[in-house]
């Protein structure tokens, strides 16, 4: 079914950032269009695939005019996808979702729901987490740390990748976009920077399914997005 939205402000935008993931991106975006909170815009922004990755998308837009398609000529690197994510993103919330990662139906619905009952210095609402291994072992990452965490950030970074975090989009204005010097834990270094200024709230339920392989940021520091 194609679904036509007004020109109203999605309240969320969504940033899945991917690199020759054309094989893994249709799991997230269908765990994004089958979320039941549905005011929300999806930004993909390819980091210069050369697989078919663009195609993938173009079947998904034929279908949803709320996915939003933007490559890079060439690869930039993590940090610098998700600093173009943010930077084309119109919703007052943001959430992220790595290509190989998936989200249970609720999270947003949940995450929002939070936000909705908090003060205005709560600046990110993060979830729980299923880890699951390529023999298809499950573990399961709880979210129990909240309130100004910035001691606790430094120390071990609670909040965790970015699949599981939903942030404010005014926070930008005073922790700064993501530092692309940061090849790796890009996340970490924006969630301490976030931590210095707001309060965090956690939802202990896992939301996010991340699947663990070689190429994978969760399994491999070194690993694509």
């Not at 390819?46 to 890079?72: A, L, N, P």
């Not at 740390?145 to 606790?152: F, N, Q, R």
């Not at 993501?178 to 924006?190: E, I, M, Q, R, T």
């Amino acid at each position: 079914m194609d679904i036509n939205r007004s020109q109203k402000k999605p309240i969320v935008s969504i940033i899945i950032r991917t690199y020759n993931r054309a094989h893994l991106l249709p799991r997230a975006i269908k765990s994004v269009l089958n979320q039941t909170y549905q005011d929300f815009e999806i930004i993909v922004v390819d980091d210069g695939s050369i697989d078919d990755t663009e195609e993938v998308i173009e079947r998904f837009q034929e279908r949803d005019k709320r996915i939003r398609y933007i490559k890079h000529t060439f690869n930039k690197g993590a940090p610098a996808a998700l600093n173009t994510g943010i930077r084309a993103a119109k919703g007052e919330y943001i959430a992220f979702l790595d290509s190989d990662d998936e989200w249970l139906p609720k999270k947003l619905e949940k995450q929002l729901k939070v936000f909705k009952e908090s003060e205005h210095d709560v600046g990110l609402v993060y979830t729980g987490a299923i880890f699951i291994d390529e023999r298809g072992k499950q573990r399961i990452k709880r979210a129990t740390t909240e309130g100004m965490i910035l001691k606790e950030e430094l120390l071990y970074n609670p909040i965790g990748g970015f699949s599981r975090a939903m942030m404010r989009r005014e926070c930008f204005k005073k922790t700064g976009w993501a530092d692309v010097n940061f090849k790796n834990c890009g996340d970490w270094d924006l969630w301490i920077r976030v931590s210095q200024y707001y309060r965090i709230k956690c939802i202990d339920e896992p939301l996010v399914r991340y699947y663990e392989h070689k190429q994978s940021l969760t399994a491999n520091p070194n690993g694509l997005i």
